[in-house]
């Protein structure tokens, strides 16, 4: 069974930068499409980024702050969080995608981590 583990949350301020962490077991990343979403208290989880098989996809309000990576070796997906701002702060997830789709829609991905908190002050 595959299980997404997420590390690398925190707290800055703005303008700061964080690196996220989806480590997987059992399965190898590479072979599917991955996803990072985050949901803020009150609001709908969204789509953050997206890679698969070397293509990447984002939220228009993360383009050219944020960056989806991959590292097949140690079988991790990332995210790159550069000048965040408060309105980043969110629990950010990351999974599999299980059904063919928009890669922002949740409900097309699956095998969620439990998430890794980010906070961001201003």
């Known amino acids: 069974q595959v299980q997404l583990v997420e590390s690398g949350g925190g707290s800055v301020q703005a303008g700061g930068s964080l690196r996220l962490s989806c480590a997987a077991s059992a399965y190898p990343l590479s072979s599917v499409c991955m996803g990072w979403f985050r949901q803020a208290p009150g609001k709908e989880r969204e789509g953050v980024a997206a890679i698969c098989g070397g293509s990447t996809d984002y939220v228009n309000s993360v383009k050219g702050r944020f960056t989806i990576s991959q590292d097949t070796a140690k079988n991790t997906v990332y995210l790159h969080m550069n000048s965040l701002n408060p309105e980043d702060t969110a629990m950010y997830y990351c999974?599999?995608?299980?059904?063919?789709?928009?890669?922002?829609?949740?409900?097309?991905?699956?095998?969620w981590g439990q998430g890794t908190q980010v906070t961001v002050s201003s």
């Open positions: 999974a599999a995608q299980i059904h063919s789709g928009r890669w922002s829609y949740p409900g097309n991905f699956g095998y």
